[in-house]
Each structure stands twice: as C-alpha cells, then as structure tokens.
C-alpha cells in the first residue's frame, strides 16, 4: 500500500465519516476532505474514489443535478485508474455512475474489466444483480443477493434490493418480509421505505402503500421513487388532484429518472390534457427526461392527442435503434412497463398501413425473456393481454387480463392511453374487467376510510 503522510491518511478518513453520517452537506465536505488528502499526496488512489462516491451521495441528497455529480465522478474515476489500473473499485463506482444515469448497458463495460479482476468483489456481484432485474430477469439477480448476503450481511441495501427483486419475481409476501429485515437492519434506510411502497403500489395494495409513505424519514431527500408510486396509485383511484399534490411537493433537478417524467405526463393524460402533455414534453420537461424516454412520451402524447402521423414518425424514429428499445421496453413504472409505448408503435404502424411486424416480434421477445428470466410481477400479465389483443386472440387477452388483476394489478387509466384498446373498449368481457378493477379499487379506498387515511 502507498506510505501516505499520516495527514493524508486523517482527511480520507474524516471524509468517509461525513459521507456515512448523512447529514446536510456532507459529500460537499466530504469532497473538499478528500481534495485536501490529494494535496498532500497527489497518487491517492483512494481518496479520487472518495470523491466519485460522493458525487453520488450528493445526488441522492439533492445537492447536486444528476449529470453534474456524474461528469464530476467520471473524471476522479480516470484519475484513480491513471494511477492504478487493476483498481477494480474505480471501475465499480464509474459503473454505478453510469446506472444513476439509466445508461445500464454502457455500465456493462467498466462492470466486465472489475469483474475480470474480482468476480466475487461485493460491488461486482451487486451491479451484475441490479444490471439482470433492470433487464427483467429477477432469478438471475436473486441468486446474486444470496451470495452478497453471505458476504454483507448487516447491508440495508442488499435486503432492500433484494426484496425489489423477490417483488419483480413474483414473490410478494416474500418481498414484503426481506424489506422488513432491511428496516430492522437501519429503520432510517429510506431505500427499504422507497421499495416497500413501490411493492404495495405494484401489487395493488394502495391503503398499506399509502400508510408506508406517510410514515416514511421525515430526513429523507430523495424520496422520487415511492411518490411517483403513491402519485400512480391516486391516478388509479381518481385521486387526481391529491396526485397533484404529491406530485408538486418534489422540486426537481435536470435531469430527472424517467418515471419522473412519466408521472408528469400520466397526470395531464388522466385530465385529458394531451396537448399540454406534448407541450410539456417540448417545453419545460424537455431537460428533465433523457432520450430515449423523452421520446416515447412525446410519441405517446402525440398519438392521444390525435396527431397520429407524427406519434409514429416519433415511434419510428426513436426506435430505430434497438438499444433504444432496449432501454425504453425494459423500464418498470409503478403500474406499467415501457412496452406500452412498443405496443403503440405497433397499433400505429398497423393504422398506417404497416403490418407493424417488426414491433411486433420485438414485444413478444420481450415477453418472452422476461418470462424466461423469471420476471413474475403481475403487470406482465396485462402485456401478455396486449399481445393477445394485438393478434386477435380475444379470449386469450381476457384470461391474461384476469390472472394480472388478480394478483393485484390495477391500472384503469391503462385501457384510456394505451392504444391496442381503442379497437375492442365495448366488448362485454372488457367491460367487465374494468368493473373488476373498480371494485378492488374501491375496496382500497374503504380500508384507507376505516384507517383514516387521507
């Protein structure tokens, strides 16, 4: 190891406290802590580390925009690696930066130099988890966390992590129980708060998600996550000025995750108001959503607001790359995926006088290695009922629409915004599905009545 001056050595090591203490302002004095080691010892790999792991945490405390922090991180990263590398920790940390970024297949790059250094390094066996449940393939990440949690075991991140993963699986109760160990490991871990909600709110069980959030660290800074989850449930429930209100009380920094701008729109599409969400999109939300998702939520309010010719040039011109799709496909809201906006692309090539097959064969892919990865939420279900649409096969979208409502999927905006309805809205049995889902949403609005709940 470097012989560092023992005063290079005492600023890394008061900055790692502030970065651990949490407190306000922290990764801005941990990073000038941090600078000062350098200072005396300019070859401290370690310490240009230190300063690439904060530019994350001040992120998460909103102290800094997303791009700005990365940038930053980005160049300390280089300069651990120009010094060293075999540091298998530097090309972790730029792999992390790059996921805070939603650039997960680029991630995959400094993700295969660490793990070709240290496979079973705990940062490794991590991103190769988050990387599989990002591309929906949840068993491959929950065998990963059983690994991490013989190596980590007092980790709130890992249990909280991982109960993301059990709910991505299918695995609800399951899910519900290893966030629970994540609070008794830190019951200030705002991660395992932020995935209980989302659990609930993908499950259908809005009153307990609601319950969560409002008993949430009144200290937490980036709570992103579950309010959009708690905003989706209000739109479900017709809540719509309450989702405004929830909505609102988040300040955001370009740019922002897409289910950011997903709410955003979702909330001017459940009033109709598909020309201001075009405008927003255009407009004020143009900084705060990266392409590809900008996008999709362009082409998508393009096509509710009848400018259908536009929405699939849009469509096609998004998607003529497949990385794009990738991204955009594999992306998980609170009550839907990103393949919404694959299904659309297809219904509108089909309006244009297109066969829509090659959108087509790219869903049902989806689908299929989502499947075969173990991806069990019931929102695939409700796809599995838009493909069935899409070729046709009506009573095969009936009973895929049944399994996902009852398993607790409930989303009654989907069959307004998303397209492959439009054709088949006054068949009996969809009709009927849609009271199902009424009357399960009204149930949660009375266990939150009984509970008081707002």
């Known amino acids: 190891m470097l012989d560092l001056p023992a005063s290079a050595q005492d600023y890394y090591w008061r900055a790692m406290v502030e970065l651990q203490l949490r407190e306000p302002g922290a990764p801005h004095r941990a990073i000038a802590l941090f600078e000062q080691a350098l200072a005396l010892e300019p070859r401290f790999a370690a310490a240009y580390l230190g300063i690439a792991y904060a530019c994350r945490a001040a992120v998460f405390a909103r102290e800094w925009s997303i791009d700005e922090a990365a940038a930053k991180g980005r160049v300390a990263v280089a300069r651990a690696l120009e010094i060293d590398r075999n540091l298998v920790e530097a090309y972790v940390v730029e792999a992390f930066l790059l996921t805070m970024q939603w650039r997960?297949?680029?991630?995959?790059v400094p993700l295969r130099h660490a793990r070709a250094i240290a496979p079973d390094h705990v940062g490794v066996l991590t991103l190769t988890a988050n990387l599989a449940t990002y591309d929906g393939r949840p068993a491959v990440a929950l065998k990963l966390r059983e690994r991490l949690a013989r190596l980590d075991p007092l980790s709130p991140l890992l249990y909280a992590l991982w109960a993301r993963d059990l709910a991505t699986a299918g695995q609800f109760e399951e899910a519900l129980a290893k966030s629970a160990e994540a609070t008794a490991i830190d019951a200030?871990?705002?991660?395992?708060?932020?995935?209980?909600?989302?659990?609930?709110?993908?499950?259908?069980?809005?009153?307990?998600?609601l319950q969560d959030f409002q008993a949430r660290p009144r200290s937490s800074t980036f709570d992103l996550y579950a309010r959009v989850a708690i905003v989706a449930s209000h739109i479900a429930q017709g809540e719509l000025d309450e989702a405004e209100?929830?909505?609102?009380?988040?300040?955001?920094?370009?740019?922002?995750?897409?289910?950011?701008?997903e709410a955003a729109v979702a909330l001017l599409w459940a009033r109709g108001a598909y020309d201001d969400a075009v405008r927003w999109i255009e407009g004020e939300g143009r900084a705060l959503v990266q392409e590809p998702w900008r996008g999709g939520f362009r082409a998508h309010s393009l096509a509710l607001a009848g400018r259908?010719?536009?929405?699939?040039?849009?469509?096609?011109?998004?998607?003529?790359?497949?990385g794009n799709r990738d991204l955009v496909a594999a992306s998980v809201y609170p009550?839907?995926?990103?393949?919404?906006e694959i299904a659309n692309w297809v219904v509108l090539e089909r309006e244009q006088g297109g066969d829509g097959g090659e959108g087509l064969a790219y869903f049902e892919s989806r689908i299929a290695l989502m499947t075969a990865g173990g991806f069990g939420m019931p929102m695939l279900d409700y796809y599995r009922a838009v493909a069935a649409v899409l070729h046709g096969d009506l009573p095969a979208a009936d009973a895929a629409l049944g399994r996902a409502i009852a398993a607790g999927w409930l989303a009654p905006?989907?069959?307004t915004v998303d397209l492959v309805w439009r054709g088949v809205a006054d068949e009996p049995w969809l009709l009927a599905r849609r009271q199902q889902i009424g009357a399960r949403i009204a149930a949660e609005l009375a266990r939150r009545t009984q509970r008081g709940g707002a």
Not at 188 to 209: K, Q, S, T
Not at 246 to 260: D, L, M, N, T
Not at 335 to 340: A, C, I, P, Q, T
């Open 188 to 209: 200030e871990a705002l991660v395992a708060v932020d995935v209980a909600v989302r659990i609930r709110v993908w499950y259908g069980r809005f009153a307990d998600a």
């Open 413 to 415: 905006q989907a069959f």
């Open 245 to 261: 209100r929830v909505f609102a009380e988040f300040e955001p920094k370009a740019p922002e995750p897409p289910a950011y701008a």
């Open 104 to 108: 997960s297949i680029e991630a995959e």
């Open 308 to 322: 259908r010719a536009e929405a699939v040039a849009g469509y096609r011109e998004t998607f003529v790359d497949s």
């Open 335 to 340: 009550l839907h995926l990103g393949l919404s």
